[in-house]
């Protein structure tokens, strides 16, 4: 897949976590009638180069991150990678713009209306024509490659972002467990990302 990649903009960032610098990247993918933009910022904070810097890759979501749904944990998942970057005093948190797990806001609602149905979140997608997971995580790689990383150890429970980041060049040193507490909102959700999309749960 052919991908280019450019960083756009970068500016001091200070947060309630401390201060992160913000940089801005935006990503082009395939050639011709295949070819697509993908933006994303990265939260840099510390030494990223001393040893391998603590990562999350964490998509978009506006309904969790923004507004504190409990359909899903990705507002936990956020606000704990940004507190054990600031505990480490240094670190990365990528935020790519793949709402929905790549479906887009509008689907991703469609999806919850099923839900409400009784489908399940990869039931749902499905059943509007997606994939269980639209997202790639080509980009993550690139911007880490950007600014200098090439091993890391990874916040996450998703064995596919471990993959996509080996197969962009970028070494996984560990993954580190990144498990919060569900709500009975997420119960489900936490249990459909297990057993059919292969996340890994210490705990459940």
């Not at 999350?56 to 940004?82: K, P």
Request: net charge neutral; proline share 3%; hydrophobic share 40%.
């Amino acid at each position: 897949m052919s991908l280019n990649i450019r960083q756009l903009a970068s500016a001091d960032f200070p947060t309630r976590w401390g201060k992160f610098r913000i940089h801005g990247f935006r990503g082009e993918f395939g050639t011709g009638m295949q070819k697509r933009e993908e933006e994303a910022v990265a939260l840099v904070m510390g030494d990223i180069h001393a040893s391998p810097p603590l990562v999350r890759i964490h998509s978009q979501c506006l309904t969790g991150d923004v507004f504190g749904s409990l359909r899903c944990d990705c507002r936990q998942q956020l606000e704990m990678a940004l507190a054990m970057i600031a505990d480490q005093g240094a670190g990365i948190l990528i935020y790519e713009q793949q709402e929905g797990r790549g479906i887009g806001l509008m689907a991703k609602l469609q999806a919850y209306e099923l839900q409400d149905q009784g489908l399940d979140t990869v039931e749902a997608n499905e059943r509007l024509g997606f994939k269980a997971d639209h997202r790639e995580f080509a980009l993550p790689a690139e911007i880490l490659k950007a600014l200098g990383v090439s091993r890391v150890r990874l916040l996450s429970n998703n064995p596919d972002k471990v993959a996509a980041l080996e197969n962009g060049g970028v070494a996984v040193t560990e993954r580190v467990p990144c498990e919060v507490m569900p709500s009975a909102h997420s119960e489900d959700y936490l249990k459909t990302k297990k057993e059919k999309l292969g996340h890994l749960f210490t705990s459940r």
